[in-house]
């Protein structure tokens, strides 16, 4: 399967405890994103990159968050000290980055679940 | 600010009746606009984008500029279209970021 990889695909964890994520987008792809979903509403934009240059990271995004992507290849999401609000989907996806109407290609996504 | 909305969190429809989802968007540039599909149990993927201009399992949007609105429509719901809609609105230039709307479910009755 050469589509965008997620690893895992299920956490639970404590609260207080860090988590991290891994995702591996489609090989060449020099955009990736990562996006938060809950119940009932749409992905929400956390961060993304182009290349190993983090563009952006939202500013609802709180300190205990953060991402990586060293080569420019996979990159790694973490959450520090989780809270019961962290619960939800995380969603990786990548593009080409080269041009503004880029269709995203959408991993499976890491479901947390914070105790 | 970027922003996406989609008034309706449900749609229900008759197989074979027309259907129209709303998307209506707020930016001050020239946005590319997207949607977004997720079928059960699948992942999220593209279904049309307005520079394409292109129908896409006989669906198809309109971008009005006049009234920021991207609605999807087709003229005869299937099924199979049962699934959650998104629109996405990305700006102008290649550095821009995707966001999403909230979502609309789309529930065909046979």
């Known amino acids: 399967d050469t589509g965008v990889s997620q690893n895992p695909r299920h956490k639970i964890t404590k609260r207080g405890q860090n988590v991290t994520f891994r995702c591996d987008p489609i090989?060449?792809?020099?955009?990736l994103y990562w996006y938060r979903q809950t119940l009932g509403q749409g992905p929400e934009f956390l961060t993304y990159?182009?290349?190993?240059?983090?563009?952006?990271k939202s500013r609802l995004l709180s300190d205990r968050f953060s991402a990586e992507r060293p080569k420019g290849s996979f990159s790694t999401l973490e959450i520090q000290r989780t809270e019961q609000g962290d619960s939800a989907m995380y969603l990786c996806?990548?593009?080409?980055?080269?041009?503004?109407?880029?269709?995203?290609?959408f991993g499976s996504g890491t479901q947390l679940s914070v105790l | 600010a970027q922003r996406v909305t989609q008034p309706e969190k449900l749609l229900s429809v008759f197989k074979g009746a027309p259907v129209e989802l709303k998307c209506n968007y707020s930016?001050?540039?020239?946005?590319?606009l997207f949607w977004y599909v997720q079928y059960s149990r699948q992942r999220l993927q593209l279904l049309l984008r307005?520079?394409s201009r292109e129908s896409i399992k006989g669906f198809t949007a309109d971008l009005n500029k006049g009234e920021t609105s991207f609605h999807l429509k087709k003229p005869f719901a299937q099924e199979e279209d049962s699934a959650m809609y998104y629109c996405?609105?990305?700006?102008?230039?290649?550095?821009?970021?995707?966001?999403f709307g909230p979502g609309t479910s789309l529930s065909v009755i046979p």
């Open positions: 930016y001050s540039g020239s946005p590319e």
């Open positions: 996806a990548s593009s080409p980055g080269v041009q503004a109407n880029e269709k995203l290609f």
């Open positions: 996405a609105l990305s700006g102008g230039t290649s550095y821009d970021k995707v966001i």
């Open positions: 090989s060449e792809h020099n955009r």
């Open positions: 307005h520079i």
């Open positions: 990159f182009q290349n190993e240059a983090q563009l952006e």
